[in-house]
């Protein structure tokens, strides 16, 4: 299945190099402070892109780990800048009348939201211990599904499929983030 995503993806120009161990993949972890999502590990184990847009995981100059960081934490620090603009959901407790309590319960469920794995540009996959994690576009507090697991997003991202085919009813809610597409 990734092979033939590979494939695909080398036909639209992206550009690889060669996959990453296990070793690597824990050496990686520990640097981040994050789990790589079982998708992730499966591709980036063939082989890792690396073309523009994409994060090259195996370079770890300063500025390229610094960036790789930054990434990690925007959609995070980018909730709580804009915490103002985020609409209240129905499933969570009563919404506070008061703004200032309503932003810090906020804060909160933001700084308890799953990980996000930054896979390409500004789409995120939940570090879920799960073989079918939605991809989500994010840019501040925009954030829709684009794409109702790894493959699904790639073939989309590449032009392989329309966005449109997206089956929603396929795609497993993930805490907090879910909560908040639009």
Not at 62 to 80: A, M, S, Y
Not at 155 to 182: A, C, H, R
Request: glycine share 4%; proline share 4%; net charge negative.
């Amino acid at each position: 299945m990734y092979r033939e995503l590979i494939a695909k993806l080398k036909k639209r120009g992206v550009e690889f190099t060669t996959g990453l161990t296990c070793q690597e993949i824990a050496n990686m972890e520990k640097q981040y402070q994050i789990s790589f999502p079982t998708e992730i590990q499966k591709l980036y184990s063939i082989e890792l892109p690396i073309s523009h847009g994409f994060y090259n995981w195996k370079d770890f100059n300063k500025e390229n780990v610094g960036f790789i960081k930054c990434q990690l934490r925007r959609p995070f620090e980018d909730l709580k800048e804009y915490v103002d603009e985020i609409d209240w959901c129905e499933d969570w407790e009563k919404e506070p009348d008061a703004r200032d309590e309503r932003n810090k319960l906020l804060i909160e469920k933001i700084n308890m939201a799953p990980r996000l794995f930054p896979v390409y540009s500004h789409r995120y996959i939940a570090c879920l211990d799960s073989e079918s994690n939605p991809v989500f576009s994010i840019h501040g507090t925009d954030i829709i599904y684009y794409g109702e697991n790894l493959l699904s997003y790639f073939e989309i991202e590449f032009g392989y499929k329309e966005y449109s085919e997206i089956k929603m009813e396929n795609i497993i809610t993930v805490p907090f983030w879910s909560d908040l597409v639009q």
